[in-house]
C-alpha cells in the first residue's frame, strides 16, 4: 500500500502516469483480461489512446457497453494523481453516442469538472478518429484516506493464498422451485 500512497505525488504535464496496480483491470499491465490503458496528463486532465479488441466485443465488431464504462471509470481514476489523493466512484453516467468499433483507435480525455471538499465532479468523452464525439459521461468521486484500500489488500492476499478461490466451497442446495411454475407477467 506504501507504493501506492507515492503515486499521489505532482506528475508533469505530459508525463506517463502510473498504472492503479499491476491487476487493475482497466490499466494493469499483467491483467490478461485488462485493457492496459496507458494515461498521460494533459494539463489539468488526462488523455490515452484505445483501441478495443475482441475481449470487449458486445454486438458484432462493436465494443460493448460494459467495456466502454470500465474504460472510462479507470479513465477518470488517473484524475486521482491530479487532486492529490485517492477517491472512489460515487455516481457513473454515461451517455452512449455512436457505435464504439473493435479494432479502431478512439481518443479518451477526462477533467475535474468540480470540487467540493470530498466530492470531485468529473467529466469525460470519447472521440474517434474523424473527432466525432462518441461518449459523453460525467461521475461523482469521493476522496478518501488511503486506509480506504488498505483495508481490503490483506483480504485480498489472503483469498488469492486459498484454495477457496480454484476449489468451489461445499454448497447448501437452495430450493429454487420448478421455474415452469414461476408466474410470468406482461412485460412492462
Do not use: W
Request: hydrophobic share 35%.
Amino acid at each position: 500500500m506504501a507504493s501506492f500512497a507515492d503515486k499521489f505525488r505532482p506528475h508533469e504535464d505530459g508525463s506517463r502516469l502510473p498504472s492503479h496496480h499491476a491487476n487493475c483491470l482497466g490499466c494493469g499491465e499483467d491483467n490478461p483480461h485488462g485493457h492496459r490503458l496507458e494515461v498521460r496528463r494533459a494539463g489539468d486532465g488526462v488523455v490515452a489512446e484505445h483501441t478495443f479488441d475482441l475481449r470487449h466485443e458486445g454486438a458484432p465488431g462493436i465494443a460493448h457497453g460494459g467495456a466502454l464504462a470500465t474504460v472510462i471509470d479507470d479513465l477518470y481514476g488517473f484524475l486521482q494523481y491530479l487532486v492529490g489523493g485517492p477517491a472512489v466512484t460515487r455516481r457513473l453516467e454515461i451517455e452512449y453516442l455512436r457505435p464504439v468499433l473493435l479494432h479502431t483507435p478512439y481518443r479518451l480525455e477526462a477533467h475535474l469538472a468540480g470540487r467540493t471538499e470530498r466530492r470531485l465532479e468529473v467529466e469525460a468523452t470519447i472521440t474517434d478518429t474523424d473527432e466525432r464525439t462518441v461518449l459523453t459521461s460525467t461521475a461523482v468521486f469521493v476522496l478518501v484516506d488511503v486506509s480506504h484500500f488498505a483495508a481490503a489488500h490483506p483480504l485480498t492476499k489472503e483469498n488469492a493464498s486459498t484454495s477457496a478461490i480454484t476449489e468451489p466451497a461445499a454448497e447448501t442446495p437452495v430450493e429454487t422451485g420448478d421455474p415452469a411454475r414461476v408466474p410470468r407477467g406482461p412485460l412492462p
